[in-house]
């Protein structure tokens, strides 16, 4: 048996594509069973619990210890877990999960790193804790150095290992973050893009752009805003938000309210939104943290046909897009255009291609126990 360990992470689309999907796709494709062991907040704990069960109903969710500074005391827990269930392999979901994990101490450990941690916590201050802001450093550090393997969503996390971590191990492999299977099945077609821009309004020679994602501080939207109103002077031009409001969003959607639609949707109702637009718009400030990421809605712009307008020195996706050329560096006064179809086609295939869990079967599989993969550094 094979343990997917998450801490503190919560039901959302991340959390279904990129922990439910990825459980899911490596049962039905390892020898071994991968079970999902998930420590969440005693806050409306029955709540949360029910919606991940509603999702995956064999995963285990178990209260975390109170406060995120004694994440430490839930190793007890997780002990008695691998008592009962005797995994060979725990696989860590970001710092705390792993932490857990390598206090087992009898078990291979994976560390399942999904961003540049300790970077995040000290520019975004994630997690409002000075305590941890001046653990996190070590904390990741003995994550990505005692691991017996590790994941990365890419290969900037990789070069940032070995520049701050001084990694300088051949045992890792990248998965960058992939599509949900709601993605993968869409039904994608010439008729579902004119259905979904009627519904909205937009005629065919309307140049529609789209956010869709949260408003974190890495999401940087006040330089989004900025850009976005350069366009929208054209009335042609039409900007869709899936997001939280927030008062930057209500400001721009107060300069043009004919043209800007705010709107936080579902999960399972962002590709209907995503097929009535152009451009996808990803537009992060030159952080560590960004630029290691993977973010998923890059994945999920592509699969329903857009070019992607995004900013540079963005993980490994700002040299995706020049190279496949599938969109463009956004700034003020590019040429944009509405995209056909036949270049929607090519732009899903792409995506398909590069960012289906399939398409990273051999990697999920040598994750696995059963592979052989694993020696202890």
Not at 126 to 152: G, H, P, W
Request: proline share 3%; hydrophobic share 40%.
């Amino acid at each position: 048996m094979i343990f997917y360990v998450t801490f503190n992470d919560y039901p959302s689309g991340i959390f279904s594509s990129q922990v439910v999907d990825v459980v899911t796709f490596m049962n039905e494709h390892l020898d071994k069973e991968v079970k999902l062991i998930s420590f969440i907040s005693m806050r409306n704990f029955f709540k949360t619990r029910r919606k991940i069960k509603s999702e995956l109903e064999s995963a285990i969710v178990m209260p975390m210890f109170p406060k995120l500074e004694k994440w430490k005391l839930n190793r007890v827990t997780l002990k008695c877990m691998c008592w009962i269930y005797k995994p060979q392999l725990i696989i860590g979901r970001s710092v705390f999960a792993t932490q857990l994990a390598l206090l087992q101490k009898k078990h291979k450990v994976v560390y399942d790193g999904r961003g540049a941690i300790s970077a995040e916590f000290s520019e975004y201050n994630v997690a409002n804790s000075i305590q941890l802001n001046e653990q996190i450093f070590q904390l990741e550090k003995e994550c990505v150095l005692n691991a017996d393997y590790r994941i990365s969503v890419s290969n900037a996390l990789i070069n940032y290992w070995c520049k701050t971590f001084n990694y300088t191990s051949e045992s890792h492999l990248i998965i960058p973050c992939t599509l949900n299977t709601l993605f993968c099945d869409l039904v994608f077609s010439e008729a579902t893009i004119q259905t979904a821009r009627k519904k909205l309004g937009y005629p065919s020679n309307d140049v529609v752009l789209i956010y869709s994602g949260s408003t974190s501080g890495w999401q940087t939207l006040n330089v989004l805003n900025e850009l976005a109103a350069s366009y929208l002077i054209n009335k042609n031009f039409k900007l869709i938000i899936l997001a939280k409001s927030t008062a930057e969003l209500q400001h721009l959607q107060s300069q043009f309210p004919t043209q800007v639609i705010i709107n936080e949707v579902k999960p399972n109702e962002v590709p209907a939104y995503l097929l009535a637009a152009d451009y996808g718009l990803l537009i992060r400030e030159p952080s560590v943290t960004n630029q290691v990421a993977s973010p998923v809605k890059f994945a999920e712009y592509l699969a329903c046909g857009l070019q992607v307008l995004i900013s540079r020195q963005l993980g490994d996706y700002s040299e995706f897009v020049i190279n496949n050329k599938v969109g463009f560096i956004f700034e003020k006064n590019l040429a944009l255009q509405s995209i056909p179809y036949t270049q929607k086609v090519l732009i899903r295939n792409l995506a398909l291609q590069h960012f289906q869990k399939r398409s990273y079967l051999e990697s999920y599989k040598a994750v696995a126990p059963i592979a052989g993969n694993f020696k202890k550094e």
